[in-house]
């Protein structure tokens, strides 16, 4: 997949932590974590994930919690108090 810097600015990082039913105890939920690069806010990749999940995977999902952090912010500046020079 070919990104320009222009596209940059809309990658996150992404996390989703899915709790699924554990197959052969339906009562039980396990968890498990997915992290990729996905587009916010429509999260492509994790929806193509999920819906394999539900195709091909005997867990049924039971819910998904999404967390992303972007990756280009505008600068944070902070100026120095103190100046040392060498030589």
Do not use: C, K
Not at 43 to 62: M, Q, S, V
């Amino acid at each position: 997949m070919q990104v320009s810097v222009r596209d940059l600015h809309r990658f996150r990082l992404t996390t989703a932590e899915i709790l699924y039913r554990f197959p052969d105890f339906p009562g039980l939920l396990q968890s498990y974590l997915w992290q990729d690069m996905d587009v916010a806010p429509d999260f492509p990749r994790l929806t193509r994930f999920l819906d394999y999940w539900e195709r091909n995977l005997d867990g049924r999902l039971h819910s998904v919690r999404i967390a992303n952090a972007e990756l280009v912010r505008p600068q944070e500046l902070a100026y120095a108090e103190h100046e040392i020079r060498l030589h």
